[in-house]
T-cell receptor, first 115, second 114 residues
Framework: DTGVSQDPRHKITKRGQNVTFRCDPISEHNRLYWYRQTLGQGPEFLTY????????KSRLLSDRFSAERPKGSFSTLEIQRTEQGDSAMYLC?????????????FGPGTRLTVT | GNSVTQMEGPVTLSEEAFLTINCTYT??????LFWYVQYPGEGLQLLLK?????DKGSNKGFEATYRKETTSFHLEKGSVQVSDSAVYFC?????????????FGTGTQLKVEL
């Protein structure tokens, strides 16, 4: 069990550029979540997938954000035309599919800085 | 909507002191409650959880009891160590729609000194 991995760990980009982040969940986990964490705040839910289906999106996820999970394995989060307000830590988590709650395992995050 | 309020930090304690970090919540339905911990340079880790009223979650000497009457889930530890220095997040899971997405508080930084 190698845990949830995210790539890159850090990304610095200029305003207006597009960026893409990748998340590799724990292999047997059906659910994958994306959260965003700004300095001094707790993580905020962005979206989640069950296998390859994106089942819920937060209103925080503007039209410039898109997430995919092809084949129900890894996921990508793309931000188009980045803005300084997009600077944050982007966290990915995965969990098994269950009727009750199963622990969400978090990755180390990708820190985005938009200059 | 759902929300979590926890005490602001930083909280600075001497080693072996008693720790309480307050957490209250607002939720529709019957959420599950969690404490996550983030050590410096590391990802979020689940510390403990409680899934129904009066449940007590415990791990590594930390405890928290799900109090529905006061909508609270305060974190306690009888004797903290320097290694407990971290940021602690209270969170709830809303099972509406089956998504189990987490709603977090703003986090409380704990510093334990010798």
């Amino acid at each position: 069990d190698t845990g949830v991995s995210q790539d890159p760990r850090h990304k610095i980009t200029k305003r207006g550029q597009n960026v893409t982040f990748r998340c590799d969940p724990i292999s047997e986990h059906n659910r994958l979540y994306w959260y965003r964490q700004t300095l001094g705040q707790g993580p905020e839910f962005l979206t989640y997938f069950q296998n390859e289906a994106q089942l819920e999106k937060s209103r925080l996820l503007s039209d410039r954000f898109s997430a995919e999970r092809p084949k129900g394995s890894f996921s990508t989060l793309e931000i188009q035309r980045t803005e300084q307000g997009d600077s944050a830590m982007y966290l990915c988590a995965s969990s098994p599919l269950a009727g009750g709650f199963y622990e969400q395992y978090f990755g180390p995050g990708t820190r985005l800085t938009v200059t | 909507g759902n929300s979590v309020t926890q005490m602001e930090g930083p909280v600075t304690l001497s080693e072996e002191a008693f720790l309480t970090i307050n957490c209250t919540y607002t939720a529709t339905g019957y959420p599950s409650l969690f404490w996550y911990v983030q050590y410096p340079g590391e990802g979020l880790q689940l510390l403990l959880k409680a899934t129904k009223a009066d449940d007590k979650g415990s791990n590594k000497g930390f405890e928290a009891t799900y109090r529905k009457e006061t909508t609270s889930f305060h974190l306690e530890k009888g004797s903290v160590q320097v290694s407990d220095s971290a940021v602690y997040f209270c969170a709830l899971s809303d099972q509406t729609g089956g998504g189990n997405k987490l709603t977090f508080g703003t986090g409380t930084q704990l510093k334990v000194e010798l």
